[in-house]
């Protein structure tokens, strides 16, 4: 494992511990799993396939005193160069329960690990209505709860009832949409009023629906999304959309179009999305959102913030 993770001797132990859960490796390599193909290793690297080991490896990790980080697909996230430390947490819990009716709706649980885009599609293809504007969301269930993840002026918020959590204590528990606020790409968890809680599944309502309109329009959004967005390993939008305003439109007019640093590239087709063309470590694409952002400021005056995460270490 990585110099410095864990104190000598306790390599195996901590192996060993989360093993006993679900497949762990031990310096793995986080380019692998980020849709931007970026990032240095994990001192330990474990996947879970259920919301039963998810809060395992969760409380696994607690008890050995170490820090975790939570995986869903590895977008909207920019890994360090010098990876993470401690136990990250491959999260593939994708179980899907339902629909099912309660009380005049159509309720479905799903656990944290699915993909929004695979919910969606399957969705559409039962005939039930309601998300398939996210069938081009990349990102996992558990962080589209965390952001608010929507697209073509929807978002989770409107169908969402509630998210089942560990929180802080260990305990799992459930929790009302109301309760978390939910706002553009902000939630409870992101305003840090949920600390150490980690997202198990999460239970939507949605209505019967026509299949073959709601393969159409799913088709329709395919297509917006290839003449808009850019091909290649990104990690999605960049920033958020200051109020009343458009990102791309402003890098674009701060005049980013294209602007590299190494093998980070702004994409030409879209000017909120940054694209690693090859082997851009994350210290370049950190380059460029700060150019990006210094240039919107002294232009336009306005403070773009991040849609993506910046995790671990080695930025500089």
Known sequence: MSAGAFEMGTDERVLGRLSAIAPTR??????????FGI???ADAFITVRSAGELAAAVRAARELGLPYFVLGAGSNILVGDAGIRGVVIDNEARG???PRELAGEYVLRAESGLPFATLARNLARQGFAGVEWACGIPGTLGGAVVSNAGAYDRSLSDVLRSVSILD???EERDILAASLDLKYRESAFTRGELPDSVVLAIEITVQP???SALTRK???YDQHRA????RGRNSGSMFKNPPGRSAWQLID??????ERRGDAQVSEKHCNFFLNLGSARAADVLALMEEARRRVRERFGIELGNEIELVGEGFA
């Open 209 to 211: 629906g026509d299949r």
């Open 26 to 35: 031990a310096d793995e390599p986080l380019s692998r799993h980020t849709t």
């Open 168 to 170: 802080a204590d260990g």
């Open 218 to 220: 799913i088709a329709s």
């Open 96 to 98: 899907i329960f339902g």
């Open 253 to 258: 007019a701060a005049g980013l179009r294209g």
């Open 39 to 41: 990032g240095g290793p």
């Open 227 to 230: 003449d808009a967005q850019p």
